[in-house]
């Protein structure tokens, strides 16, 4: 079973923070190994911090972390409205929105998410959106 680790990062509201983030999400997982999960957890992980990055002002929060089987990546933001993942279907190829927690519910072994006020954590308020993965690194729903 793979060691436990953990990394945090902080992405500025800036359009080219999805793009950073999904690079430094596949960097900690290849220098770990972790070669198999890349690619799912790349994707999911680029969707949070997109919808992070489009409706919360300021910067995001990212944390990867192994904790035994598990690989879970969390985005926090300083907007406390807390979205559905739905149970609908994946956005139709026409829609411009709507596709990504979608993708998160369908690919993630589990996923969530909880807001919390101003004070809360030390902070003013927000919410903190995740997936987690396991080691076999399935794509739930898409096969």
Not at 29 to 46: I, K, M, N, P
Not at 78 to 96: I, K, Q, R, W
Not at 120 to 141: I, P, T
Request: with cysteine.
């Amino acid at each position: 079973m793979p060691s436990d680790w953990d990394y945090a990062f902080e992405m500025p509201d800036h359009p080219r923070a999805p793009r950073v983030a999904r690079r430094v999400v596949r960097l900690v997982l290849e220098e770990h190994g972790e070669r198999e999960l890349v690619d799912q957890a790349e994707l999911l992980a680029s969707e949070l911090i997109a919808n992070s990055h489009r409706y919360a002002k300021g910067p995001a929060n990212v944390r990867v972390k192994r904790i035994g089987a598990r690989l879970r990546v969390s985005v926090w933001d300083g907007n406390p409205d807390l979205p559905s993942f739905g149970t609908a279907a994946v956005s139709g190829p026409g829609d411009e929105a709507g596709r990504g927690l979608g993708l998160v519910r369908l690919c993630a072994e589990s996923y969530g998410g909880f807001a919390y006020g101003a004070g809360a954590l030390g902070s003013g308020g927000g919410k903190v959106m995740w997936f987690e993965l396991g080691d076999e690194g399935a794509w739930r729903g898409l096969g």
